[in-house]
């Protein structure tokens, strides 16, 4: 080994090392920041030692690999909104995903015939996989968008055209694997691996798609170790293992937090037939000025904000933590409950908060903040509403039966801060809306909130 070889290997082991503590960081609001610097510093180290360690035949494409790359990276960091953060994510594993295939293809076209046998597998792997997840990917962000009907797109004999299409994938990989120097049963491979990524997501509705998201991530994850085996690149063997079974563990625990099954998600539909199994709710939906509100949040001895997606598109984070802080003024107890899905993206509402330096001591979790809300005088909700569909809880029949949700209709008093009727993003009705305790503030959440912190401050 060569000086410069033995230094690339240390900076794998550092990133790979990096890597480790940047999960570990990102496992909780207050540390992930750091967790995100730790993953960019192993990822510039990696950069750093493959370019000194590696015989680099021209600089020019990789120059320019590296610009273009920088380019549309800072591009879509300051341009692309966090309400749009999910589609962007889907972007970002496309990009990746086609990464790892287009080196597979490269890996192919140079050692096609004289590559060992446990090579040929990790090659055929790393294409399909990469193949697969890139055009899943751009799907799922052209749904996410709306550039594509987020509704699942469904045909009759789907399953079988899908299997069909699967064997013939799973059959090209075996011949490759036998028949090394077949270039067209590649080229098949790779090109029904695309369109096998465009089959398995277009079943599959808009509100699932953050769970497919992170399937696809764990994939394009896979695809990378794959590589990694293929070029004998440990750190990403490393890097890619981690990101694949971290991508996989959070789309189970996103399933969960949905009482959903992975194969629910991947072939139920959800969202094709908006049923009307809503609970009949008779009544109707309370109308409460802006001084009416505020009074009863003035004089409230225990506040549970619950903010949801209609907080991130109304940009409402700094309002709402004013009208906490002045409610605090006043002795006023405040908190503030995070429900695992809330959002369109997980840890969405944290990120949002922690964006206008609400503390994290004051961020409670579903589970803990549940027992609270039969002593809580105003439970606020901000442009929330799946998450606090009581008919989750209580009708077995509903879409989203057994979906954890925050039981804010236990709170003596619910004030619901929404623009309209709009409905939650399950499509579904809320009879939260209609019980008896529950009264609408309407307008955009950001404005409502201005307009009572303004009111609470002339009480
Ligand atoms: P939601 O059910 O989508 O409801 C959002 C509500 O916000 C709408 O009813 C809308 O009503 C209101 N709204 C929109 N813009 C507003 C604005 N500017 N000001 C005030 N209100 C506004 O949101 P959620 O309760 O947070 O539930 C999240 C949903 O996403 C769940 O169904 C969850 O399963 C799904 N999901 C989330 C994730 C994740 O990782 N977070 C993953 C998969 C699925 P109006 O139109 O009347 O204003």
Known sequence: MTLSTYFMEATYLVASILFIFALKGMSHPETARRGMFLAEAGMFAAIVGTLIGTHIITWVWIIAGLSLGSIIGAWMAISVPMTAMPQRTALSHAFGALAAALVGVGEFFVHAGDMPGITRGALGFEVILGALTTTGSLIA???????????PIQFKGQNAVNLIVFLTMASCFVIFCMHPEASGVFYTMLGVAFLFGVMLVIPIGSADMPVVMSLLNSYAGLAAAATGFVLGNNVLIIAGTLDGFSGFILSVLMCKAMNRSITNVLFGGFGAVIAEATTETGGVMREITIDDAAMQLAFANRVVFVPGYGLATAQAQHAVRELAELLEDRGVTVKYAIHPVAGRMPGHMNVLLAEAN???SALYEMEQINPEFPSTDVAIVIGANDVVNPDARDNPKSLIAGMPILEVDRAKSVIVLKRGQGRGFSGLENPLFFKSC???????AKSSLSHLAQAVMHV
């Open 358 to 360: 609400v503390p994290y």
């Open 438 to 444: 529950t009264s609408m503030l309407y307008g955009d």
């Open 141 to 151: 962000a052209g749904k996410l968008q709306g550039v594509i009907h987020g509704k």
